[in-house]
């Protein structure tokens, strides 16, 4: 069922897009119908950097086990990671 919330946040990394890398500034994830997904309710995030257009948007769709497993896995990678190591660590090469 669609929840109608959606949780907006502010975001500071980089994501790849159509047209290419592009630093992600925003986030919102929300409970709907999704556009491409082949399911009834998927959990969608976008990321997105509004000041650059349109084209800076990267959105998933995802059933509740997969957004599940994600948050699982991202805790695990995050809490075997060194301490401060993610965020100190500072820009990566493209890839």
Not at 8 to 34: E, M, N, Q, R
Request: charge should be negative; proline fraction near 6%.
């Amino acid at each position: 069922m669609c929840t109608y919330l959606t949780k907006k946040i502010k975001l500071d990394g980089a994501a790849k897009g159509a047209s290419g890398w592009f630093t992600v500034s925003d986030g919102a994830v929300y409970v709907d119908h999704p556009f491409h997904a082949c399911h009834e309710h998927t959990l969608n995030i976008d990321f997105t950097n509004p000041g650059e257009g349109p084209s800076a948007r990267v959105a998933v769709e995802l059933t509740e086990e997969a957004a599940l497993a994600l948050i699982e896995a991202i805790q695990t990678a995050l809490a075997a990671a060194p301490p401060g190591l993610a965020s100190a660590s500072g820009p990566r090469a493209a890839s």
